[in-house]
Structure formats: structure tokens, C-alpha cells
């Protein structure tokens, strides 16, 4: 009978951190989706843009950093990646069968193709492949920081 006593604060606890996890992912995503279709960097309407043409951004960023300045050279590239970082940290916290990389990457992909072509049809922002490269890596290295601070081992459902 201590056994039963003595795991339902553990229960509890688990929950507990269980809907905080769920509350802190809905706001992350929540901000995700403002910053990807209504954010300040958002352009609304003008002509369509696309770049399927892998790199092309990011090497033009790169080459030309002096002519767009370190600012939009780091929220372009380095905005993309930390943008996606989160997903790939919350994931397997919310979502159990998420707790492998592969997953992680898939999920990240997809969710980035979909916004990526959501802002063609919605005319906020350009469609780039690169994007798409970077928010993946960006949930990789999301999912790789779990990993190594272990949170994967303090909560399981």
C-alpha cells in the first residue's frame, strides 16, 4: 500500500509537467504561425515569389551580407533555424511517439513545406526552399538539445 501512496505524487507531478509542456508547445506554436503569416517581416501582396532552386538564398545572403547588413543576414538564416529549434525540443516532450530523430525531421519538413506554400497562396511571404532547409535544421538541432539535456529521461508519460 506505501508503494500506491508513493507513486501518486510522482503521478502527479508527471501531469502536472505533462499540460505545462502542452501549454508552453500550443504557445510556441501559436507564436509560430503569427511570426510565419501576419509578423512584422511579412510581406502582403506585390508579386509572388519563389526560389526552388536549393542554396540560391543562402549563398546570395551570404555573398552580399555587406549590401543587406549582418541584421538581415541573421534573421533570415539564423531566424529560420532558431524559429524551428523549439518544435524539435517540445515535440517529444508532448508526444511520446516523437522521440526519434527521423520523426523530428519529418515533422519539421513537413510543417515548413506547408507554411512555405501557405504563404505563396496567401501572398505573405516567398516560397524558398532554403527555408525549408534551414527551419529542418533548425528542428534537428532542437531535437538534438533535448537529447543532450536529458529531458527525454527526467519525464516520460
Known amino acids: ?13 508527471t501531469r502536472l509537467w505533462s499540460r505545462v509542456y502542452r501549454l508552453i508547445f500550443l504557445g ?34 551570404i555573398k552580399n551580407y555587406e549590401s543587406f547588413g ?8 539564423v531566424g529560420n533555424i532558431v524559429a524551428f529549434m523549439p518544435m524539435g525540443f517540445l515535440l517529444p516532450l508532448v508526444f511520446k511517439r516523437t522521440e526519434r530523430l527521423i520523426v523530428i525531421m519529418l515533422i519539421a519538413l513537413l510543417t515548413s513545406i506547408t507554411a512555405e506554400v501557405c ?14 532547409l534551414l527551419n529542418t535544421i533548425g528542428g534537428v538541432l532542437g531535437y538534438l538539445i533535448y537529447k543532450l539535456v536529458g529531458t527525454g529521461t527526467k519525464y516520460k508519460k
Request: hydrophobic residues 40%; aromatic residues 12%.
Open 119 to 132: 504563404q505563396y497562396i496567401f501572398n505573405v511571404g516567398g516560397l524558398d526552399i532554403d527555408d525549408v
Open 1 to 13: 500500500m506505501t508503494d500506491q501512496t508513493s507513486d501518486k505524487p510522482q503521478r502527479l507531478n
Open 70 to 77: 549582418v541584421s538581415i543576414l541573421l534573421i533570415n538564416l
Open 28 to 61: 510556441y506554436i501559436t507564436v509560430l504561425a503569427w511570426e510565419l503569416f501576419l509578423g512584422k517581416y511579412r510581406s502582403h501582396g506585390g508579386s509572388r515569389r519563389y526560389n526552388l532552386e536549393p542554396l540560391k538564398t543562402i549563398v546570395g545572403y
